[in-house]
């Protein structure tokens, strides 16, 4: 496969893999382990466009853009169209180059507000905040849907026609689902169907974990760009490995364990630098626990990442594992 770039009005997406938003998981410090292997797009943590209204300092701190994360989208929610607008203009001064709306997240604090994925429940409404997001926005804008709310609703095809008319200029499905959550098989058939819909590119997203898996999505579905999730936990250099399959048709082999604790390390610097050393270990515990798994003795390293609360102790934790295997 000779690699290729998918263009979202005036920006430039290689054809490789980008990473899927993920609530508490894709932060700045994990998109940029993500970013370092070769992820080819990143996109926001879900930004309240009401919280952004309001001048809530932590929703604005979300909106921070650091220069090695572009092509970078702003990810804003939210079910109200007034507001979305007007989150979308705001959006303008942190210079995004795209700005995505989330009509996808099954959380049900999410979906209780009537954002998220509640919105596929209501095309009308959901057209009508996309026609907003677009006549206020600075740049681009895309939406991220799922199949549909559950099995007897299964929309997307036609959600996506309409998010179209109202001016936007990519999708990005995943194919599971909102009652799923991310469980099950994801169904790559919804993807082909919303391609084969719309005139603008989709993004699709489920089950992708390797350049196998992706060359797949690329070649079944006809998408324009895969987005890879769950796939990358504890493993940033995924997107590294893809890329050379897509290019070569050959995966590298998975970096040894001194390279993948060192890894590992770098990801536990990120948060500390970005949240603090005492926020950035709690957060840390769940990204170790992920960078460990399929380790001999990897249920003890991972109760043993549980209780990390100093970059010190994740190093002494690595020099263990790397002296031990």
Not at 12 to 23: D, G, Q
Request: with cysteine; proline share 5%; net charge neutral.
């Amino acid at each position: 496969m000779i690699l290729d770039y998918v263009k979202i009005k005036n920006i430039k997406i290689e054809k490789t893999a980008a990473l899927a938003p993920m609530a508490s998981v894709a932060d700045k410090s994990y998109r940029l382990m993500c970013k370092e292997f070769g992820a080819a797009y990143l996109v926001s943590e879900m930004i309240s466009s009401k919280g952004l209204c309001y001048n809530d300092k932590k929703t604005a701190r979300l909106c921070e853009i650091e220069p090695q994360e572009r092509p970078y989208a702003l990810q804003l929610f939210g079910e109200d169209p007034y507001f979305m607008g007007k989150a979308a203009y705001k959006l303008g001064e942190f210079s995004p180059d795209i700005i995505d709306i989330n009509m996808g997240c099954p959380v049900p604090k999410i979906v209780g507000s009537g954002s998220g994925s509640a919105l596929m429940r209501d095309p009308d409404l959901a057209a009508l905040i996309a026609a907003e997001t677009v006549k206020n926005s600075p740049c681009p804008v895309t939406v991220k849907i799922r199949a549909g709310w559950d099995k007897n609703s299964v929309n997307a095809p036609e959600l996506a026609k309409r998010l179209e008319q109202a001016g936007v200029a990519a999708i990005a499905v995943h194919g599971r689902t909102r009652d799923q959550f991310y469980s099950g098989a994801a169904d790559w058939d919804i993807i082909k169907q919303v391609k084969l819909a719309v005139s603008i590119p989709v993004f699709g997203n489920g089950d992708v974990t390797d350049g196998e898996s992706c060359k797949k999505m690329y070649d079944y579905t006809g998408c324009d760009l895969v987005m890879l999730a769950r796939g990358s936990y504890g493993r940033p250099w995924v997107f590294r490995n893809i890329k050379s399959y897509l290019e070569t048709g050959k995966e590298p082999a998975e970096p040894d364990i001194e390279e993948r604790m060192r890894i590992m390390l770098r990801h536990c610097e990120y948060l500390c630098r970005y949240k603090g050393e005492q926020q950035g270990m709690k957060e840390a515990r769940k990204n170790v626990a992920w960078y460990v798994k399929g380790l001999p003795g990897s249920a003890k390293l991972r109760a043993k990442s549980g209780t990390l609360c100093t970059l010190d102790e994740a190093g002494e934790l690595a020099g263990e594992i790397i002296e031990s295997l």
